[in-house]
């Protein structure tokens, strides 16, 4: 039996609407969030108080009057300490699809995290050498 162009067409696009509908909830919700976005971008300066002082806009810390320049070099240590926190917590986060399934990764998971581990402790070994992690030098 031949079946014609035009039944092939109409599933073709019955398919394609049930695609389609699948997707209307992530539609509707990013609808949602944008307006709530733009909401609150357009109306919160138009709601809000706009009373303003000599005090209320002087620059406070903690309570404290400031003191001071808050203007001051900081050491590049403080940063290369946090960035290579936020570098090597971001890959052990990656450990966890390793072990919720390692029964089922079996020896090839197993080797892939041997890699990626000998990878993670190549970095940590050049930051070690280079003195990254030394306060004092």
Request: proline share 4%; with cysteine.
């Amino acid at each position: 039996m031949l079946i014609s162009a035009k039944f092939v067409g109409v599933l073709f696009i019955l398919k394609l609407m049930s695609n389609v509908t699948d997707y209307l909830p992530i539609v509707i919700q990013s609808i949602v969030v944008l307006g709530f976005v733009v909401g609150t971008l357009v109306f919160a300066p138009k709601l809000g108080p706009k009373l303003s002082s000599r005090t209320k806009d002087a620059n406070w810390e903690c309570g404290i009057e400031a003191d001071g320049n808050a203007r001051f070099p900081i050491s590049i240590r403080y940063f290369m300490i946090a960035i290579l926190f936020v570098l090597f917590d971001v890959e052990i986060i990656f450990f966890y699809p390793y072990a919720v399934n390692f029964h089922a990764l079996q020896l090839d998971g197993l080797i892939a995290v041997l890699i990626f581990v000998a990878f993670f402790m190549t970095g940590f070994i050049y930051v070690l050498k280079k003195g990254a992690l030394e306060w004092e030098k």
